[in-house]
Nanobody, 121 residues
Framework: VQLVESGGGLVQPGGSLKLSCVVS????????MGWHRQAPGKQRELVAV???????NVAESVKGRFTISRGNDKNIVHLQMNSLKFEDTAVYYC????????????????WGQGTQVTVSS
């Protein structure tokens, strides 16, 4: 199972970025997908997740500014980030909880390599 992220970069405060993550491999079902982030010197934290049934959960720190969504194929997840702040600067990691083909209902977690988001004037 592979996760490939795109869309990070440098943006000014108040600006927007959209992150995308494509999940591929021998997959029966992607149970949940989402984004975590890790700023320098801090622990990795949840940003937003979306379930197979399109239920979403967004961290309080980004609620009202960030929106998570899945593509029609269910193997793509997007994170639309608006009104970005300095404190949103971090490496953003895509995450997927997956049931692989031939493994019954056993769930496994996979992570992308991360994409840098820098908010700076």
């Amino acid at each position: 199972v592979q996760l490939v992220e795109s869309g990070g970069g440098l943006v000014q405060p108040g600006g927007s970025l959209k992150l995308s993550c494509v999940v591929s491999g021998s997959i029966f079902r992607i149970v949940t997908m989402g984004w975590h982030r890790q700023a320098p010197g801090k622990q990795r934290e949840l940003v937003a997740v979306v379930t197979y049934d399109d239920e979403t959960n967004v961290a309080e720190s980004v609620k009202g500014r960030f929106t998570i969504s899945r593509g029609n194929d269910k193997n793509i997840v997007h994170l639309q980030m608006n009104s970005l702040k300095f404190e949103d600067t971090a490496v953003y990691y895509c995450y997927a909880e997956v049931i692989r083909l031939g493994e019954g209902l056993r769930k496994s977690d996979y992570w992308g390599q991360g994409t840098q988001v820098t908010v700076s004037s």
